[in-house]
């Protein structure tokens, strides 16, 4: 059966643009469709920094339509809307201010894909997150839909003055265009293990497809589990809101405000070091609470190296992911976990960022301790430190 290919590239235009997304187009488009769709023949719809949401819908409607596999392409940045906190792609027209007006809801994606059959849709996804995202990425998932198959990266905000390319999406369009499609997953794979340590911080997507029907049902489908604390829950156990109807009236009692909420708006108005106080006021309080190594004060270490990384100083950022990382790994964490994993790759990609010498050296001697005990997934993340630190050492002050 034919396959149909969306191709959809995305990014404001002006100072407000993070990422060059649809400079991924022309090596995408040098792809031959079915190599794109992993069908035999397939037709393609291409979208190139559009206008308006509803002219992407429209496209998202025509193509969730269409009878066979969809293969969806989606290269740009993700934004939120400053009423509901929802993320959003920006669009060509998209500000700060005007995300929810401009940009396009990512639960228009879900939605208009979600009545097509399991197995049937796969997105590969190379999306850079703006600082309010990065930050609302911490405590939720980036729901594409449960039946869909979801490969890719969401990247930190690039440097100041910085615009960035999306580079997991031009490896895949690489992998591609030598005639041969590998399974998905194989796929994912081989671009991860290219891009090198400028993906070491990304927040890493991996939904395997879901499962065909077979007699008697849908076979079970591994849930889908980001790296992110754990949900709040209600006094019996279960998850908050579960067997809720929709609005049904509830008697909640009062609550201070959560703190997240007050960081972010800390970090919104430029108030960096207010955000980081309020921050570590918790974390030391999560410390005499649970202790030190505990996953309440760990969270919220790992929120000011965040914060450090809002407030441009990349070399604090990586000093906490690394002391993250050695607290996980003392408390007896494994160094394959993926929490020790996550920490040590962000103390890696913030590392890069360092342009004080002196700084650089001290936290790459570090680092590359680190990185002997644990080399993450990709391969040479420690020959990588070695060799940056060989030449920052035959570089004169």
Known sequence: MPGTVLLLAASPVGKSRLVDAASVLPVLAAVPPAVLSGTDTANVVELADPLEPQAVLTRLRAVAATPGPLTVFIAGQLALDRRQHLPHLALARTTPATVRYTALPWQWIREEFRLRSPGSTTLLVDL????EAWGWLRTHALDSGRNNAVFGRIAPPPSRRTVAVPAYMKTIATILRSGWRPPVEQLHQQAFGRLGPDAYGDVVLTVPPAPVAVPGGLAPRPAYRPERPPRP???DGGPAGAGQAPQAPAVVPSQPQDPHVQITA???????????????AHEQAAARAHGVASEQALHWSEVRADLAMFAR?????????LTVAETRLTAGQSPDAPTVEKAVDRAHHQWGQVRDKTQAQELGALL?????RVPGRRPGA????QKQLRELQATPF
């Open 128 to 131: 850079h997150a703006d600082a």
């Open 233 to 235: 829950q209600t006094p």
């Open 266 to 280: 800390a970090v919104q108005a430029g108030r960096h070091q207010d955000a980081d106080a309020l921050a570590l």
């Open 313 to 321: 100083d990349s070399a604090r950022s990586c000093r906490i992911w």
């Open 368 to 372: 590359a301790q680190l990185r002997a």
């Open 382 to 385: 420690l020959e990588n430190v």
